[in-house]
Nanobody, 120 residues
């Protein structure tokens, strides 16, 4: 089991930026992903990067605004978020899995989440 710790969430005004970080307890050939869950909504895929840097997937709402990146040497994955909107408000979760897919149930281990709140 991989232990994941997210950080970087907070309160930001609409149009602002945040950078989320996630550090894993161990490294391996797994995909790393970000999901989010807003109150009363299902968890949804944000972005993922495979073991191979640059091999990425994005949800439609993330394309052009969010950038995922990873540092395999640090067992870390990052999510740079720009042009944030109030509808981006959610708890953001980091996850790792053996399959590089935008589907939550394909990921094996999850962090505890970090709250992102975007004010209008």
């Amino acid at each position: 089991q991989v232990h994941l710790v997210e950080s970087g969430g907070g309160l930001v005004q609409a149009g602002g930026s945040l950078r989320l970080s996630c550090v894993a307890s161990s490294g391996s050939n797994y995909a790393m992903a970000w999901f989010r869950q807003a109150p009363g909504k299902e968890r949804e895929f944000v972005a993922a990067e495979s073991w191979h840097p640059g091999d990425t997937l994005y949800s439609d709402f993330a394309k052009g605004r969010f950038t995922i990146s990873r540092d395999n040497g640090q067992n870390a994955v990052y999510l740079q978020m720009r042009s944030l909107r109030p509808e981006d408000t959610a708890v953001y979760y980091c996850a790792v899995g053996r399959v590089f897919l935008p589907t939550a149930n394909m990921y094996d281990d999850w962090g505890q989440g970090t709250q992102v709140t975007v004010s209008s």
